[in-house]
């Protein structure tokens, strides 16, 4: 027997108490920038049903179509029949599985490090891990551009945060000279592709500054992972860094297809984050469904890399096609992007929101991203190219968003 509740409404004088919330969003109605949440029907394939409309998807982080791959869910069926549906504690206390330990020597083997840990989220490996191992006398060197779970990291960290220009090397070295004789560690970090852009970070020069300087190297590898270097390995594998750079994170939720984070790095970080990073001492672990579409993940991307091929030559097409039809795909008041996520510049966050929603309407699901998660007057409709869309689907989708621009007087 189900049980039904009535709708609860809240009573005014608690309404009130939040009514300052209430005012930011009718501020971002009034911008145009509010949004509802697209509710997915089936399954996230390269096209697929929000609202139940049918749109060729070029908003997810499924890269290599392993949300839906036959192998991943034949393995998260197998674990939970062996180990059941949830893990039942944190990792510390008693839910570390047998799974959980495959998945962390699987991706250490991969990666060609000493040790993995893995966390619920990236967000959480980034976060736990740049929170645990600064204090507060010591330096964050940051990328203007880094992911917010690397800055709600900084922060928790209490160490002294210093803010790169985004990719200046020459500027990243100069925060570094200012503050060289300082006793406290210095970590250099920065986004191996970043993820509103689609630009890759110079994790080789910035290793030769940690070289240099006695900085702790950092990569966070959300958009490398299953993308970048041989198999998918990362940015440091792409750039040739085995061995340079001392602490690399990755997410197991883009093109890995399920959920989750990692951090790659030594025997001892790994062992000191075991002890002392909070979201792996305080949070329970993955269901064990999770760690075993991980471990599927892993071999598909050894096994297959076709699929790795295919989202690069989709990739290079739509971005040459976008170009051709006047687009502004950044490079000018934008980074360039040189990787499948491309960014189609509006400027304007209102006229973003429309025409992501002209967009939907004509059937291209295509997220517009306006401040504050990109600067102020860099609006844009990001995309995001997968190894599973065919030619005919992205022929179609870019007639869309030429059709829809002219319209819409995006393009003249
Ligand atoms: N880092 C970057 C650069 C990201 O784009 C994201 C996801 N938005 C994360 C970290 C967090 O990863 P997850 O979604 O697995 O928490």
Same mark, same amino acid.
């Given at each position: 027997m189900t049980t039904t509740f009535e709708p609860a409404t809240m009573p005014a004088v608690k309404r009130q108490q939040l009514a300052h919330l209430t005012a930011q969003m009718d501020a971002l109605k009034q911008g145009g920038t509010y949004f509802k949440l697209r509710v997915l029907d +089936?399954?996230?394939?390269p096209v697929c049903s929000y609202d139940g409309r049918r749109v060729i998807n070029l =908003? =997810?982080?499924n890269y290599l179509g392993l949300c839906e791959h036959p192998k991943l869910k034949e393995a998260a069926i197998a674990a939970t029949q062996k180990y059941? %549906?949830? =893990? #039942? %504690?944190v990792r510390t206390i008693a839910g570390t599985m047998r799974i959980h330990m495959e998945l962390e020597e699987k991706i250490a083997a991969f990666k060609n490090v000493e040790a993995c840990v893995v966390f619920q989220s990236g967000f959480t490996a980034n976060a736990g891990t740049v929170s645990s191992i600064l204090g507060k006398e010591d330096f964050i060197l940051s +990328?203007?551009?880094?992911?917010a779970s690397i800055i709600d990291g900084a922060r928790l960290s209490r160490a002294k945060i210093k803010v790169f220009r985004h990719k200046d090397v020459a500027h990243a070295e100069e925060l570094l000279r200012e503050i060289e004789n300082e006793p406290g560690r210095k970590l250099i970090i920065t986004d191996g /592709?970043? &993820?509103?852009?689609g630009d890759i970070g110079p994790v080789d020069k910035l290793a030769d500054l940690a070289e240099k300087y006695g900085a702790i190297m950092m990569v966070d590898d959300a958009h490398a992972s299953? /993308?970048? #270097?041989?198999?998918?390995?990362?940015s440091v594998d792409h750039f040739g860094a085995?061995?340079?750079?001392d602490v690399q994170v990755g997410t197991l =939720?883009? %093109?890995? $297809? &399920?959920l989750g984070g990692y951090v790659c790095g030594s025997r001892d970080l790994i062992d000191y984050l075991y002890h002392r990073a909070r979201p792996f001492l305080f949070s329970t672990s993955h269901p064990p469904s999770v760690a075993a579409s991980c471990i599927a993940a892993f071999d598909i991307l050894e096994n297959e890399p076709e699929r790795i091929e295919r989202l690069w030559s989709n990739t290079a097409y739509f971005k040459q096609q976008l170009a051709d039809a $006047?687009? +502004?795909?950044? $490079? /000018?008041t934008t980074p360039k992007s040189?990787?499948?996520?491309?960014p189609i510049i509006i400027g304007d966050g209102r006229r973003t929101m429309d025409y992501s929603k002209a967009l939907f309407e004509a059937g291209v699901m295509a997220t517009g991203i306006a401040f504050p998660t990109v600067p102020?007057?860099?609006a844009r409709v990001r995309t995001i190219m997968t190894s599973e869309h065919t030619r005919e689907q992205i022929d179609q989708a870019l007639e869309i968003f030429v059709s829809v621009a002219k319209k819409t007087g995006i393009l003249s």
């Open positions: +089936d399954e996230q394939g =908003s =997810s982080n059941g %549906a949830g =893990s #039942g %504690a +990328d203007e551009l880094n992911h /592709v970043f &993820s509103m852009d299953g /993308v970048l #270097g041989r198999n998918g390995r990362g085995h061995g340079r750079v =939720s883009k %093109a890995i $297809g &399920s $006047g687009f +502004d795909v950044g $490079g /000018v040189e990787t499948p996520i491309t102020e007057g860099r």
